[in-house]
Each structure stands twice: as structure tokens, then as C-alpha cells.
């Protein structure tokens, strides 16, 4: 029996293996550090970022997906919003087929008031098994990953959300609090690696 | 006489378009694969905005045509919202797949579908998902895929 449970796990395994693909961090482990350079050439250090906020939001994003671009606004108004309470929101932009001057010039265009990081050869993206955009993850002072998933239920619609899943957990945690939903999925575009 | 001509006014193309083949939610598409027992069955997750998805589409088509004799069951799930319905039908009607696609019933949350199809599943499109001959899921597939890719898929199935 024994043997036979590893044989199906085995057959699991390779059945869904996504290869080129890094398994994600899970919530309450480490956040993979890195570096990257912003769009307007400025240098960013996750570590560095981690010790000068209360809590760091990583958000893949895209400059040509229509789900990413429904949460334009959305993004721009809560980053400026939970800056007052000492947290970070960065974009990072891990698209081989979207140019450092493409995502600088959305940026400009959709007044992000946060640092966008460009991602060449989605390296970040591997280490964080970022699959698609938009896709969030929340990092806390100590480093540690504490949700992932999309920014609400509702991209096409703000109006219309019924779950503020990235509000809900910024909120738990500035309160104090656990994180109730610290995993959640939406559809999205697939990050488009080298 | 008036109806011979009645019936040449109409465009026939019209009518051998590919419709919708209806709404599925996670039950439903659940159903709709394992109708598909004892058949190698591609099931493609796409939406008109996603462009990846509309590249891939052609090869999709491609091994339906290629495989179908010997046992291969293509359905193709719309992610659209029912908004972009004419988007929909429209790249239908450009694609011309000889399989049936279906769009996701909207409503609900979109976490729920994207579980149930697959735990792994990010909700990143395309995604593709396997099922060999006994309706079990084979095989994951996660972006846009080649026809080679596509073509190992099912062909590792069919042995």
C-alpha cells in the first residue's frame, strides 16, 4: 500500500511538474530577495525595502494585459492610500515582450506614484513562481511572505468587487491581525518569460 | 419559387459558423469532459483578449483535424465576460474549429472554476488541461504551447 501511495505520488508529481517553473514560496516562509533596477534607473533592494517599511507589496504587472490594466487605477489609489501607513507598493514588470521605455511610459500614463521594476528575463518572476499579471505578493518586515493572490474578485468592474482580498489582508496585518485569506486566485494573463 | 429565392438571400457561411456550443460552469464542464469517457480529451482554456491564447488557437485546430480518428477530443472554454459575447463569436467564426467551444458562466467567484478545473492552476491563460482515455486528468499545461507541444500531450495518451 505503501508503495503504491508513492507510485501515485510519483505519477502526480510528474503529471503536473511545470517545468521551467520554481515551486512558489509558501505563505510564512521566506520572500526570495533581489534586485532590480527601476524604470527610471533607480536601484531597489527588496531587503532594503523590507527593513524601511512596515510591510513591502510586490504586484506583476503588465503594460498590454487588459486584466492587469483593469486594476491600473485601483493600484495608483491604494498604493497612495497605504503609503501613509508605511506600506510599499512595487510594480514589476517581468514581460519579455514589453520594453523598459514601454513600462516607464505606462507608468507615466496611469500616474503610478510607486517604484516600477523592470524584470529582464523573469527572474524574479522564477523565484517567486509568478504565473500571470496581475499576481500580488505581501512581504513583512521580517521578510516573510504573507499573501498571495489577486488584488480583488472583480477586474472589470471596481464597483462590483465583493472581495478585497489585498485591503483585507493589508488591513488583518496592520491591525494586527492574521491574514484570514492568505491565498486567492483570478484569471489573468500568463507572464510572458524569455 | 419565392422560397428557392428566399433561400439564396441567405449567406450560407452564416449558418456553418461556429456558435458557442453554450455556458458551463465547473459542474458543467465537469460533465461535458466526461461525456468524453474513453476518448483522449484537450481541454483549452482561452479569452479573445488574451493573445497568447489566440496564437496557440490555429494549433489547436490543427491536431482536433489531426487526431480526431484516433481518439482525440478537443473543447475549448471562453473565459470572456459576457460583454465581449461578439468578440467571441467572432473569433469563432474567424478560427473555425471543428470542436465545440463553451464560455464560462459568469457569476461566482472566479477562484471556485479555477480550482475545481485545477488546484495548480494559477488562473493564468492559456491553460490547457489533459485527460487520458479513463476521463483521468494526464497532464497540465501552463501559457502558450507549441503544436509539438501539444501534439507529446496527446500522443503519450493514445499508446
Known amino acids: 500500500m505503501k508503495t503504491l501511495r508513492l507510485g501515485l505520488a510519483l505519477v502526480g508529481i510528474a503529471a503536473f511538474a511545470l517545468p521551467t517553473l520554481a515551486d512558489a514560496p509558501a505563505i510564512g516562509a521566506a520572500a526570495p530577495a533581489f534586485e532590480l533596477k527601476s524604470v527610471d534607473g533607480k536601484p531597489f533592494s527588496l531587503a532594503d525595502a523590507e527593513k524601511s517599511n512596515a510591510y513591502v507589496v510586490l504586484m506583476f504587472i503588465a503594460t498590454q494585459c487588459p486584466y492587469s490594466n483593469g486594476y491600473n487605477d485601483r493600484m495608483r489609489d491604494m498604493a497612495a492610500a497605504y503609503a501613509k501607513k508605511g506600506v510599499l507598493f512595487v510594480g514589476i514588470n517581468s514581460n519579455n515582450t514589453e520594453s523598459v521605455d514601454e513600462t516607464a511610459a505606462h507608468a507615466k500614463q496611469h500616474g503610478f506614484g510607486f517604484p516600477v521594476l523592470k524584470d529582464p528575463g523573469n527572474k524574479v518572476a522564477d523565484l517567486y513562481d509568478a504565473r500571470r499579471t496581475p499576481e500580488v505578493y505581501v512581504v513583512g518586515k521580517d521578510g516573510k511572505l504573507l499573501y498571495h493572490g489577486r488584488i480583488d474578485d472583480n477586474s472589470n468592474d471596481a464597483s462590483k468587487v465583493s472581495s478585497p482580498d489585498l485591503k483585507n489582508a493589508l488591513d488583518a496585518l496592520l491591525a494586527g491581525q492574521p491574514v484570514s485569506k492568505a491565498e486567492t486566485k483570478a484569471f489573468g494573463c500568463t507572464i510572458k518569460r524569455a | ?159
Open chain 2, 1 to 159: 419559387m419565392v422560397a428557392l429565392l428566399l433561400a439564396r438571400s441567405v449567406p450560407a457561411r452564416a449558418v456553418d459558423a461556429p456558435k458557442l456550443a453554450g455556458e458551463v460552469d465547473a459542474k458543467g464542464l465537469a460533465a461535458a469532459i466526461a461525456a468524453q469517457r474513453g476518448k483522449v480529451v484537450v481541454v483549452n482554456f482561452w479569452a479573445t483578449w488574451c493573445v497568447p491564447c489566440r496564437e496557440e488557437f490555429p494549433d489547436l485546430v490543427r491536431l482536433e483535424k489531426a487526431y480526431r480518428a484516433r481518439g482525440v477530443s478537443v473543447l475549448g472554454v471562453s473565459i470572456d465576460l459576457p460583454k465581449d459575447m461578439p468578440k467571441v463569436e467572432k473569433f469563432l467564426a474567424t478560427s473555425a474549429p471543428d470542436f465545440p467551444n463553451y464560455i464560462k458562466r459568469a457569476g461566482g467567484d472566479d477562484q471556485d472554476f479555477i480550482e475545481s478545473v485545477d488546484p495548480k492552476w494559477g488562473g493564468e491563460l492559456p491553460f490547457t488541461v489533459v485527460y487520458g482515455r479513463d476521463g483521468k486528468k494526464a497532464e497540465v499545461l501552463s501559457g502558450k504551447q507549441s503544436y509539438a507541444s501539444f501534439e507529446k500531450a496527446v500522443a503519450s495518451r493514445l499508446k
